[in-house]
């Protein structure tokens, strides 16, 4: 319902220039931006304004703007002064956001409303004028807006709570020896998901299955080593790298990845969720085992679970027999050795405890770096990173080239210095940019563009704020990069940001080969 309040804002007889802001989290909403926009459109038209741009996000979160690139380039713009409208539309509160401090609309607003644009709100029952009364009833609005979505991600945490006791499989990938089913609303199997792919129907589900005979195999070879031979974990990874088995994750296995194989209950068939959570998009937080949902001998197993928890004896008895004294010395010889602590470097020491066990022990691991001496005011973790990112850095040729190809292109890369020449016509350079946390809480990722290689098309893969998976990608272009090195926020202008993509079906629309039929 669009309140008309009977006014008209008109400028010398002419109508006064607005644009429309829409949004609308999911594709399933039966309110979508275009529905948005016709009601926005009859609203402005009764009010003397004509609407000259749209800004949309669709399918986006209003709980922040992160990844709401439409509202992001509107503030941006008004700032900037390049709005060329004098009021911005929005069907009603919850499209300018959910925020879950109301005090962070209402900032954006002010911003709009400072630099001489009206943020006007059509369906509510108030006009956004600054009275008392308009406050009063914007404010509430708001505290609804974001109410809602709390209530809403309350509903979800229990809907998917159900989902793992009743044996579904949420998210994640299966781990190497697994592989994950895709059922139909009766439990009966349809077909197993590749890596990559999901389920498409709502009512499907998704269970945990053996993997390959080979895989199987080599995951129980693990635990014989460990239990009966009493290899640890990095004479482990060794041996299979030796025999040049690589991780479900194409790469080689390091004392981490065989720890995770031994402590993961999946492998016995139990359905372990929530060890971690990340409500409405905040902090990350590592639950308490209590708090853990789980439902025991959900799927098939392919460990026998006595030898399982043999393993996980062995394990806990590492840390168990040591006092904190000394859990604390071998913790402070890794800070020594390495200069810095992280998780990864202590699940990658030998003869130490893992760092679950310090988190156990302690409280948490920054709870055991104060009682070391370290303090990481700065976040040495990039050794670990960089060389984690290396090592995937031939992943993404890989994957990129298969991709190219599978539009029917061509791509060629030099082994000597990664640069990829597409269709024998232009040459591309592959860089990934790690993200760094500043003291200040924001992110931000530093490009160094190839200078001496001087590609057509630098293609940056922008990872996200913990390193772990692909953010977005730049495409960009020689001709139009000026300067060497790049500095990225999370939101840079359009600038840069019109070089931004979500995934790379732009760039392998440039790399596909069409048919053309010969000249008769």
Same mark, same amino acid.
């Given at each position: ?14 109508? =006064? ?52 690139? %439409? ?79 709390? $209530? ?5 945490? %229990? ?44 009512? $499907? ?84 085992? $209590? ?73 948490? =691991? ?49 082994? =000597? ?6 269709? %024998? ?96």
């Amino acid at each position: 319902m669009v309140i008309d309040w009977g006014q008209r804002a008109t400028h010398h007889g002419r109508r =006064l220039r607005a644009a429309e802001y829409v949004r609308m989290s999911t594709d399933h909403q039966e309110f979508s931006t275009d529905n948005q926009s016709v009601a926005i459109r009859a609203y402005a038209d009764t009010h003397g304004y004509e609407i000259v741009r749209t800004y949309a996000d669709d399918g986006k979160s209003g709980l922040n703007v992160d990844g709401r690139d %439409a509202f992001t380039k509107l503030i941006d713009d008004i700032e900037g002064g390049r709005a060329d409208f004098s009021a911005i539309f929005v069907y009603d509160v919850s499209r300018w956001g959910r925020f879950q401090d109301p005090d962070e609309a209402a900032m954006y607003e002010l911003r709009c409303r400072r630099a001489g644009v009206d943020v006007l709100y059509c369906a509510d029952q108030f006009e956004n004028d600054g009275s008392i009364g308009s406050s009063i009833v914007k404010t509430v609005k708001r505290v609804m807006a974001g109410a809602y979505s709390h $209530d809403l991600s309350i509903k979800v945490f %229990a809907g998917q709570a159900n989902l793992i006791r009743r044996g579904f499989r949420q998210g994640g990938a299966a781990g190497f020896g697994l592989r994950r089913m895709l059922v139909d609303q009766n439990g009966e199997r349809k077909s197993r998901l590749k890596c990559g792919e999901h389920k498409s129907i709502a009512t $499907d589900r998704v269970i945990l299955v053996p993997g390959p005979e080979n895989e199987i195999a080599i995951v129980r070879d693990i635990y014989r080593m460990f239990v009966e031979d009493g290899r640890p974990e990095r004479d482990i990874a060794i041996a299979l790298n030796a025999r040049a088995i690589l991780t479900d994750l194409g790469r080689p296995w390091t004392r981490g990845t065989v720890h995770q194989i031994l402590i993961n209950e999946k492998y016995i068939g139990h359905n372990v969720w929530a060890r971690t959570s990340f409500k409405l998009k905040r902090a990350h937080i590592r639950n308490k085992p $209590d708090n853990w949902v789980r439902t025991d001998n959900a799927f098939e197993p392919i460990i026998d679970e006595n030898i399982f928890l043999r393993a996980r004896a062995i394990i806990d008895v590492r840390s168990e027999k040591m006092t904190n004294e000394a859990m604390l010395v071998a913790l402070k010889s890794i800070l020594e050795g390495h200069g810095q602590l992280s998780g990864i470097i202590i699940d990658e020491a030998e003869d130490c405890p893992s760092s679950s066990a310090y988190r156990s022990r302690f409280g948490s =691991l920054l709870r055991a770096y104060s009682l070391v001496g370290f303090s990481p005011d700065r976040d040495y973790r990039y050794l670990e990173i960089n060389k984690k990112l290396r090592a995937l850095h031939p992943t993404v040729i890989n994957e990129i080239i298969a991709g190219i190809g599978s539009v029917g292109g061509r791509a060629t890369r030099d082994p =000597l210095t990664d640069l990829m020449t597409v269709n %024998a016509e232009f040459t591309v350079s592959i860089a990934i940019m790690r993200s760094i946390l500043t003291s200040a809480g924001t992110v931000r990722w530093k490009l160094r563009l190839d200078t001496a290689l001087n590609p057509d098309l630098t293609i940056a893969t922008r990872m996200d704020e913990h390193n772990e998976r692909t953010k977005d990608f730049f495409l960009l272009p020689r001709l139009d990069m000026r300067e060497a090195v790049l500095r990225l926020c999370e939101h840079n202008g359009l600038s840069l940001d019109a070089y931004r993509f979500d995934t790379l079906d732009r760039f392998y629309r440039m790399a596909a080969r069409t048919a053309v039929p010969r000249a008769a």
